[in-house]
């Protein structure tokens, strides 16, 4: 009884020292940067007095999880002080403290389907998948490293809940309710972006993951189909660092081996025969691209440079006139390039990127292909740097993982790769040789990256962003047709 008494004051105590801590003072001790109105003192409080994990919170975001495809396990834990819901990271592990009303709305979630009812309560789904967003991103390293804005990282998160609800289904409108909660502040405030700039983000994301399928556009016009280039001569030459993919046919998509990790743009699953084709065995690294600004120097194209070298995950660095690559990453992928940038280097050495279905026969591992889910095998372990393999600790050396049937390495995980093609839906017409819509809003990327989850490493999986897009996880390798022309067909 004694003890007990001893611990009933002390956590009195510990309460009433909290609350005279003025809210600012008390943020710096937190890594947080999630929520809506509430406080960082609140969330000091909750992170205080928390005693654990809360059964029916766990649940809630195991499904949600689970949805998404994160493997990673989040505390969840209910806390009256925070509104709606917040991410924390409390001695580096990932928590989401719930307000029990919030979490009572949250339990009447169905993730049963693959595409969400339209009765679903897209706002509380938005809000959640923000507060992942902010986890998944590791906004408290970079907040406390690298002294990123809260607002950039708010936008970050907005993007990441909108591409999710888009894979769920949502309309534009639903995926954008979440930011109509009155908690959230039209012009914005410290920490928040203005509303206006919030909807944008989530419309980003959610069009960046299929949501622009939605909508209805007038069909691109047809492309005449390409006249098959010729085989190459038995002593064609292999140009170096490059490797012979024979071409045939396969069947491109939603596969079985991919069992149900498919996405909808995945869909329908339809026979490509492509002709043969070149395509690089490792990543370009930093120490090749540099080689190449020194030769072009970083030029704009699209209204962004083709490296973004102010990046604080850029590997490269420029001194005086002289690009170079930081001390121990020369032969790490070259990441924080953009499409054009990835395309303006291949036409130096050239060459061009892959087209989708070049990259995704070639990542299955063309005639020699076993089947297999992910590059190579199905353990990603052996094959990928992604989530688990790196710790969310970066890029690593090309070609340290095993390779594939072709012997390509970091076809799968890495750093995502630049296709040539425009994003667009799949037809379940079979194709020769095909090059993607004639126009568009969203370049390819494949393969997913050091910080993916297992879901987005896989051969078939999809995403894309718009060509001056450039991120900590986007590189690209090179591809040449047969005959030796740097054009696809």
């Excluded at 688990?388 to 799968?412: F, P, R």
């Excluded at 017409?429 to 050091?450: D, E, F, I, K």
């Excluded at 490493?457 to 450039?470: L, N, Q």
Aim: hydrophobic letters at 30%; glycine letters at 8%; a neutral charge.
């Amino acid at each position: 009884m004694h003890v007990k008494k001893q611990l009933h004051l002390y956590y009195s105590f510990l309460v009433l020292l909290l609350l005279a801590i003025p809210p600012q003072l008390t943020a710096q001790n937190l890594n947080s940067y999630g929520g809506h109105s509430h406080t960082d003192n609140d969330a000091a409080l909750c992170q205080n007095l928390s005693h654990g994990s809360d059964a029916e919170a766990q649940r809630v975001i195991k499904k949600l999880c689970d949805k998404i495809g994160i493997y990673a396990h989040i505390e969840a834990v209910r806390c009256e002080r925070v509104a709606n819901c917040r991410a924390e990271n409390i001695d580096g592990l990932p928590h989401i403290f719930f307000n029990p009303d919030f979490l009572n709305q949250a339990q009447t979630l169905d993730f049963s389907s693959s595409k969400l009812p339209t009765s679903t309560n897209w706002a509380i789904l938005g809000v959640m998948a923000h507060e992942i967003g902010h986890l998944q991103n590791h906004h408290h390293a970079r907040l406390r490293k690298n002294g990123e804005s809260k607002k950039s990282l708010e936008l970050e998160a907005d993007e990441y809940s909108g591409c999710q609800l888009a894979r769920m289904g949502a309309t534009l409108p639903q995926a954008q309710k979440a930011l109509y909660l009155p908690d959230v502040s039209d012009a914005g405030t410290y920490s928040h972006p203005a509303r206006k700039d919030r909807l944008l983000a989530v419309e980003k994301g959610w069009r960046s993951c299929g949501g622009s399928s939605i909508v209805v556009v007038p069909p691109p016009t047809p492309s005449p189909i390409p006249t098959p280039t010729p085989r190459p001569k038995p002593d064609q030459p292999v140009p170096q660092g490059m490797v012979l993919v024979k071409g045939g046919t396969f069947t491109m998509g939603c596969t079985s081996e991919q069992g149900d990790d498919c996405d909808s743009d995945e869909k329908p699953a339809h026979q490509v025969s492509l002709s043969d084709f070149f395509i690089s065995k490792y990543e370009v690294t930093n120490a090749e691209y540099a080689e190449f600004l020194n030769a072009k120097g970083n030029q704009t194209e699209g209204g962004k440079t083709w490296l973004d070298i102010e990046s604080s995950s850029c590997d490269i660095e420029k001194q005086g006139s002289r690009y170079s690559a930081k001390s121990g990453y020369a032969n790490h992928p070259v990441r924080e390039v953009t499409w054009y940038g990835a395309t303006a280097y291949a036409k130096w050495k050239g060459m061009r990127l892959p087209t989708e279905a070049e990259w995704e026969y070639a990542a299955r591992g063309g005639q020699e292909m076993r089947s297999t889910k992910y590059a190579g095998s199905n353990d990603l372990d052996k094959v990928a740097w992604y989530s688990t393999t790196t710790g969310y600790s970066g890029t690593k050396e090309v070609g340290t993982k095993s390779s594939n049937e072709l012997g390509l390495y970091d076809m799968s995980g890495n750093v995502w790769e630049w296709c040539s093609d425009w994003k667009g839906d799949y037809s379940s017409s079979s194709a020769h040789n095909p090059t993607g819509p004639s126009s568009g809003s969203y370049r390819v990327l494949r393969g997913g990256s050091w910080d993916s989850n297992p879901t987005r490493c896989r051969v078939a999986h999809r995403s894309s962003h718009f060509p001056t897009f450039s991120y900590y996880h986007v590189g690209f390798r090179l591809a040449s047709s047969s005959n030796g022309s740097s054009s696809q067909f």
